[in-house]
């Protein structure tokens, strides 16, 4: 069993919620053509140590491989998600202008409520499906959806670290489509 398997099971037994998040560096092989592979390999290294300074020690960080990260976070809601992120997502930002301008981060998380049957391998899935939306519309954003089911109902965009905006409910299979309605806001962000 992985860890964050473990630490799915975990959190459906104690009842906390689950967020995964799947980070892809945009516009990251500029850097590997314009200044060479070690240069790349450096940018790799800054990135994650930008990843384990920022995040909580609960928090697990995984290299999916080439410019592809995995976090798991463990015991987190959406609305901590979007705060632990937001807070990565601006130290990132800062950490991949120091290398070039054109390199920035796409973040797609998705969270699980407690009552959520799911497997981690369904959850990278939904995860990875949500970082490349941001990638096709935006780049350079963070956004974070509620899995609650087969598909995601509720989706939290955190825009270029200014305002989080609602993108949308989807309601296939979700039983609390009306609750989440009612629960629709939009929330300034510090930045």
């Not at 099971?9 to 967020?19: E, K, L, M, V």
């Not at 300074?53 to 290299?63: M, N």
């Not at 409520?113 to 935006?138: F, G, I, N, Q």
């Not at 965009?157 to 609750?179: A, M, S, T, Y």
């Amino acid at each position: 069993m992985s860890v964050s398997q473990f630490e799915l099971y975990r959190s459906a037994r104690t009842g906390d919620a689950f967020t995964l998040v799947i980070i892809d560096l945009d516009n990251f092989n500029y850097v590997n053509h314009s200044h060479g592979h070690t240069a790349g390999d450096a940018l790799l290294v800054a990135v994650s140590r930008c990843m384990t300074s920022t995040l909580r020690e609960s928090d697990l960080v995984g290299r999916l491989g080439g410019d592809e990260f995995a976090v798991a976070l463990p015991r987190t809601n959406r609305e901590e998600a979007i705060e632990v992120l937001e807070r990565l997502h601006i130290n990132l930002r800062s950490v991949l202008q120091s290398f070039s301008q054109r390199v920035t981060a796409s973040v797609g998380a998705v969270t699980v409520l407690p009552s959520t049957e799911v497997v981690v391998e369904r959850l990278c899935d939904e995860a990875d499906e949500v970082m490349y939306s941001v990638k096709r519309s935006r780049k350079d954003a963070v956004v974070v959806k509620i899995y609650m089911g087969r598909r995601a109902c509720k989706n939290f965009c955190v825009k270029r670290g200014h305002e989080i905006i609602p993108k949308g409910i989807f309601h296939d299979r979700c039983n609390d489509h009306q609750e989440a309605q009612k629960k629709e806001r939009t929330v300034s962000v510090p930045g």
